[in-house]
């Protein structure tokens, strides 16, 4: 039975816990045998995952002496950044590209996948941030520099949210004082996606929380991962501390 996440520093005690719900473009054996029928070319981009965010999710928790869970599938697989009755939950054809073992899963296909990775991953994870004192979470992506067509992205990096402001003003304000970074504010997405994971594991119980989208072209390496986890690091730690004053 493939493992559906993997958790990394779970003896580390600071408060922060690191999430990457897109770390992987794996698919397992149980599902359509390992092959959902797109190209290779395919499965490397940001439709299978978020690329270059599970590289960042581990040395950025290691500098925060946090741990980290990372899913072990693709997104296309199943996706645990979506709520059970999110009608993109399992994608049939994602910018531009129809995935084929998906095209004729079933309710009954997607509940299987729901209880083979979508459920346990939901588990292991608030099963982590239940087990902290005063948890604070940080769920890192990353985004595509031009999506469907559209024009490109400007932002180097992006801070979503839905409610509460409370850590994501903090870091906005830390990440704009860096000269050489565009922000997105909501931005490319709006952080208001009911039922997702930061929703069920921190909006709904009031933690404090925040998203962070890095465009993938900037992390397309394992050394500026490393750095980009370096980076966060400290305007995250400081941002927490305004966030609590």
């Known amino acids: 039975m493939t493992q559906a996440f993997r958790i990394e520093g779970a003896d580390r005690r600071g408060r922060w816990v690191v999430t990457c719900d897109h770390a992987s473009n794996h ?12 190209p290779p070319e395919d499965m490397n981009r940001h439709i299978a995952y978020d690329v270059g965010a599970a590289g960042v999710s581990l040395r950025l928790a290691e500098m925060l002496d946090a741990p980290v869970i990372l899913s072990e599938f693709s997104r296309l697989v199943i996706d645990p950044n979506r709520g059970e009755d999110d009608p993109t939950l399992c994608m049939k054809i994602y910018d531009g590209s129809i995935i084929p073992a998906n095209r004729h899963a079933d309710a009954a296909e997607i509940d299987r996948r729901l209880d083979l990775f979508h459920r346990p991953y939901h588990r292991a994870l608030g099963a982590l941030i239940e087990g902290r004192d005063d948890p604070v979470i940080v769920s890192i992506h990353s985004f595509t520099p031009q999506f469907v067509g559209r024009p490109l992205r400007p932002w180097h990096v992006g801070v979503l949210y839905a409610g509460d402001t409370r ?71 400081a941002a927490l501390k305004n966030a609590e004053v």
Do not use: K, M
């Open 27 to 38: 698919v397992p054996p149980e599902v359509a045998g390992g092959d959902l029928g797109l």
């Open 167 to 237: 850590l994501a003003y903090p870091l906005i304000a830390r990440l704009r004082a860096e000269p050489d970074l565009c922000v997105g504010d909501n931005e490319p997405y709006s952080g208001h996606l009911p039922g997702d994971a930061l929703d069920r594991h921190a909006v709904q119980p009031g933690r404090l929380h925040v998203l962070v989208e890095i465009r993938n072209d900037l992390i397309a390496t394992p050394a500026q991962q490393a750095a980009w986890g370096e980076r966060l690091a400290p305007l995250l730690d």
